[in-house]
């Protein structure tokens, strides 16, 4: 363990204490630094932002109810993350969205998928970048009317993020909205790296096309 590690993990074993002896202004920082990213996250799978309000809720609910069984085997934000998705999931059963996130994984992984053309992409045998792009997007802000159309390049990105299907979403939400590592996205979400990798690139190559589309 690093000295990073080591400094993140003596952190969060002192919010922990503070939350368990009722520290409301432990609490309220919490609250406050992951709210944002708890919406994102559970309005990727629910079907309105009230909806995901509520999840989110329900998530600090769970929260407070759960603090002295939680034994600190995976980071404080990956549990709350954790306790998220269960409750979106059963939010989203009350709305017939019935398929646990590991169904929801394999059929988003054996479907097909042309969102963007093969050849645009390096070959598996590359020498250092397989399957990396080898003709790239445009980067909207180099562009002379970039920052003019700035607003309406995000508002494309988030419709596009937005039309994807639920794990993508939620994989693309975490990694590239929250900027989370590989591994925890697969904790909480309870899917491999090589799938978890896979349905990124699928959301990545979505979003871009649609991004390209709109320059071009």
């Known amino acids: 363990m690093n000295v990073t590690e080591q400094d993140s993990s003596v952190a969060e074993r002192r919010l922990l204490e503070r939350l368990r002896e009722g520290d409301e202004r432990a609490f309220s920082e919490l609250v406050a630094a992951h709210t944002p ?30 603090l002295d069984g939680f034994e600190g085997r995976s980071s404080v934000r990956t549990w ?27 059929g988003e992984l054996s ?11 390096l070959p598996a045998d590359h020498d250092r970048w ?9 980067r909207w802000e180099t ?33 590239d909205m929250e900027g989370w590592p590989s591994q925890e996205v697969c904790e909480v979400l309870g899917v491999s790296v090589a799938n978890q990798r896979v349905l990124l690139h699928r959301a990545r190559s979505v979003v871009r096309n649609a991004l390209e589309e709109h320059l071009t």
């Open 130 to 138: 397989p399957h990396h792009w080898a003709a790239p997007p445009r």
């Open 111 to 121: 479907e097909g998928f042309t969102a963007v053309e093969p050849e645009r992409f």
């Open 80 to 106: 709350i993350y954790r306790i998220l998705t269960n409750r979106a999931q059963t939010r989203g059963a009350g709305e017939s969205r019935t398929v646990p996130f590991a169904a929801l994984a394999a």
């Open 37 to 66: 990213g708890l919406l994102r996250v559970a309005r990727s799978y629910v079907s309105t932002q009230s909806v995901a309000e509520e999840v989110v809720q329900d998530t600090w609910l769970g929260v407070l109810r759960g």
């Open 143 to 175: 562009s002379p009317e970039g920052a003019l159309a700035h607003a309406e390049t995000l508002r494309l990105i988030q419709a596009a993020i937005d039309g994807l299907p639920t794990m993508q979403r939620m994989v693309i939400t975490m990694r």
